[in-house]
């Protein structure tokens, strides 16, 4: 797990989840991600490190990215190489880090979103840690960070903050709830799109420019949405910021039928509350 600043690693998502309240709650009245195969767990973790983003931040397979490389300003910077890493905690610890962004030797964490993963549901936690331990130990434990002057400088003055600050900090401030039929598209909304559209899905303005408040969703008919978060196509192939195609392609495109068509709902269903 990683140092990261607000640059383009935080750039580009638009959220999706799930089907209908019976489906999108497990027999313990959990919302989760949809399990499309219930008696394979690894399956459904593997699925998740792909939807949350854990394939494409620490690089395929796992091992270790260096995503960050300009040692005069924000420093040089390594996703941590998981199938080393991962074997060293328990699995409390390891969820403990997820939720938390607290590592069991080295303290605080840097851009982990864990702000994101305190919302993960027991049943998508259980198989995310399950599949992680499965990866086989590939390559060297990745370079602890180094942040350089502009990182050290955010960090300072507090524009940049650890993982456990966030996690703290916006627990309580989610996205709007649209009513039960709603629950799923809203909660994969929490650990996905919230990292870079807001913990309100309201969009703001970063360096890299401005990030859309998720209304924009109701303007799209649910065939549009689906072909858009699967490819990053728009509607009339309006031009958008290429790090949302990859994430479309990458990540949402391994979201279910059921989870896409949630998400959509939710969205549509939150354009159309009071603002």
């Given at each position: 797990m990683v140092f990261r600043h607000f640059g383009p690693a935080?750039?580009?998502i638009i959220a999706l989840g799930a089907c209908s309240a019976d489906k999108a709650v497990r027999d313990n009245g959990e919302v989760a991600f949809e399990?499309?195969?219930?008696?394979n767990l690894l399956e459904h973790g593997k699925r998740l490190t792909f939807v949350l983003g854990c394939q494409g931040c620490h690089?395929?397979?796992m091992v270790g990215n260096k995503w960050d490389d300009d040692p005069a300003e924000y420093g040089v910077m390594w996703a941590s190489n998981l199938t080393r890493a991962v074997p060293l905690m328990s699995d409390s610890q390891l969820e403990n880090l997820l939720r938390r962004g607290t590592h069991p030797s080295r303290g605080d964490l840097w851009a982990m979103p864990s702000e994101l993963f305190q919302h993960l549901s027991a049943a998508d936690m259980t198989a995310l840690i399950a599949y992680l331990r499965t990866l086989p130990a590939i390559g060297p434990l990745s370079p602890p960070p180094a942040p350089g002057p502009?990182?050290?400088?955010e960090i300072t003055s507090g524009a940049f903050k650890p993982a456990a600050a966030m996690v703290t900090e916006l627990h309580d401030v989610l996205p709007i709830e649209a009513g039960p039929a709603y629950a799923q598209g809203r909660y994969i909304t929490m650990v996905t799109c919230a990292e870079c559209h807001g913990p309100k899905l309201e969009g703001h303005t970063s360096e890299e420019g401005k990030i859309p408040d998720l209304i924009v969703a109701g303007t799209y008919s649910s065939p549009e949405f689906d072909h858009f978060i699967t490819t990053g196509v728009t509607p009339g192939n309006r031009k958008i910021h290429p790090l949302m195609v990859q994430v479309a392609q990458s990540r949402f495109?391994?979201?279910t039928p059921v989870e896409r068509k949630a998400v959509y709902d939710y969205l549509h269903a939150r354009a159309m509350l009071p603002q």
């Amino acid at each position: 797990m990683v140092f990261r600043h607000f640059g383009p690693a935080l750039l580009a998502i638009i959220a999706l989840g799930a089907c209908s309240a019976d489906k999108a709650v497990r027999d313990n009245g959990e919302v989760a991600f949809e399990n499309t195969t219930p008696g394979n767990l690894l399956e459904h973790g593997k699925r998740l490190t792909f939807v949350l983003g854990c394939q494409g931040c620490h690089g395929k397979g796992m091992v270790g990215n260096k995503w960050d490389d300009d040692p005069a300003e924000y420093g040089v910077m390594w996703a941590s190489n998981l199938t080393r890493a991962v074997p060293l905690m328990s699995d409390s610890q390891l969820e403990n880090l997820l939720r938390r962004g607290t590592h069991p030797s080295r303290g605080d964490l840097w851009a982990m979103p864990s702000e994101l993963f305190q919302h993960l549901s027991a049943a998508d936690m259980t198989a995310l840690i399950a599949y992680l331990r499965t990866l086989p130990a590939i390559g060297p434990l990745s370079p602890p960070p180094a942040p350089g002057p502009k990182a050290r400088a955010e960090i300072t003055s507090g524009a940049f903050k650890p993982a456990a600050a966030m996690v703290t900090e916006l627990h309580d401030v989610l996205p709007i709830e649209a009513g039960p039929a709603y629950a799923q598209g809203r909660y994969i909304t929490m650990v996905t799109c919230a990292e870079c559209h807001g913990p309100k899905l309201e969009g703001h303005t970063s360096e890299e420019g401005k990030i859309p408040d998720l209304i924009v969703a109701g303007t799209y008919s649910s065939p549009e949405f689906d072909h858009f978060i699967t490819t990053g196509v728009t509607p009339g192939n309006r031009k958008i910021h290429p790090l949302m195609v990859q994430v479309a392609q990458s990540r949402f495109s391994k979201l279910t039928p059921v989870e896409r068509k949630a998400v959509y709902d939710y969205l549509h269903a939150r354009a159309m509350l009071p603002q």
